[in-house]
């Protein structure tokens, strides 16, 4: 059985690789270091198909060292240790590159067992993972490396390689292949960023295409049909997922609806009702608030109907919600007034509440001044009185300071005139 397309076309020098200019382009510093020669450890950080191993393979064909490949959902110390068994063999004269995928696999203790090896100079270790780095690799490996963060690959970028996924098909078939237009776009834009994808979407298509005077059609129709299912990189565990639900909670707060919608869309598309949901109610309270505080009841009202209704119809509440939470006037008073307020209680300003306040209607002997006094606002003129109601060690502070929209402005100037016509 023949190796997947995008094993067979896997580039064998820095400028055929897809995308990452950011690391390749002339003069970068990745690229600088390859071309010295002298690579030290490193760690690849970003999304699957992007180019990771590709880089991996041309690094230690250009040393000349002896490459070996581990995976972290796989490998065992054992493994590792017979790798580190060649060194110094006829088979690793140059030395070792060991290429491990999926690092953050690797649990505490094999990690420790790496870096034996890696910091007596024994291998040189390019590692790779699609998650976070600093929170998933051993402290002592991520000192000894050098992080560099791959990109998702952008379709204007990978519409290259599927023209030359073809060209290789064509030669590999003996048949001319004519592809749409319409349909390099398709399958460069449906993969998600993800190269491999996007070639083995153009084999598939290749296998499924229909023979016309000699040569092999493949339409937008055909294009779009076998890519709709592809569905977009997510992990509920991963990155991807907090990226996508920051983005979106960051899109309603910046009254972009059109941006909130697309991720809202990404997260439906993945089936994360949950997340959708409750962003969507963080950011009604946290972010429209006080300038608008009916939204909230109507935001809850729409989540329970998306609850309710479920998949697929739930988009139809929720996009309605995001839409008006997107064009709702802004304002973070709120959670900024107890942001503030909690820092104090953790500072550990906890004073004594005033004894008008008290729930109790008796004092101690120890007591100078007896009885509670406390006065009933609504015995007085507009429902107010000025009474002390913070600790003494927090009197005067001011942890609320109204917004500037309407709403809150409103009532600010209300209560400024009722305590200004109280105290006169």
Known sequence: MSAPLAERIRPQTLDEIVGQRHLLAEGRPLRRIIESGEIPNLVFYGPSGVGKTTLASIIAKRTKKQLYKLNGTSATTADIRAVVGKVGTLEAVNGILLYLDEIQYFNKKQQQTLLEFI???????????????????????????????????????????????????????????????????????????????????????????????????????LAR???????????REGDEHYDIVSA?????????????????????????????????????????????????????AAVDAAQMVGLPEARIPLADAVILV????????????????????????????????????????????????????????????????????????????????????SFAAYWQHIKHHNES
């Open 326 to 409: 997107s064009q709702a006037p802004k304002s973070n008073t709120g959670e900024a007034s107890i942001n503030a307020a909690m820092a104090d209680v953790q500072a550990g300003k906890i004073g004594a509440i005033p004894r008008q306040l008290q729930n109790k209607h008796y004092d101690g002997d120890d007591a100078a001044r007896k009885g509670q006094f406390y006065q009933y606002p609504h015995a007085f003129p507009h429902h107010w009185v000025q009474q002390q109601y913070l600790p003494d060690i927090l009197k005067g502070t001011v942890y609320y300071t109204p917004g500037d929209n309407k709403n809150e402005q």
């Open 225 to 235: 049909e076998l890519t709709q299912s592809s569905a977009p990189r997510y992990d």
């Open 119 to 221: 910091e007596n100079g024994d291998i040189t270790l390019i590692a790779s993972t699609t998650e976070n780095p600093y929170f998933y690799i051993y402290n002592a490996i991520l000192s000894r490396s050098t992080v560099f963060e791959f990109k998702t690959v952008e379709p204007d970028e990978i519409i290259p390689a599927v023209k030359r996924a073809f060209r290789i098909l064509s030669k590999e078939r003996g048949l001319p292949i004519e592809v749409d237009d319409n349909a390099l776009r398709r399958i460069a834009t449906a993969c998600g960023g993800d190269v491999r994808k996007a070639i083995n979407a153009a084999e598939l298509c290749t296998l499924a295409a229909e023979e016309k005077d000699n040569a092999l059609h493949i339409p937008e129709a």
């Open 248 to 300: 979106y909670q960051k899109s309603m707060r910046g009254s972009d609806p059109d941006a909130a919608l697309y991720y809202l869309a990404r997260l439906l598309a993945a089936g994360d009702l949950p997340s959708a949901c409750r962003r969507l109610m963080v950011c009604a309270c946290e972010d429209v608030g006080l300038a608008y505080p009916q939204i909230i009841p109507i935001v809850k």
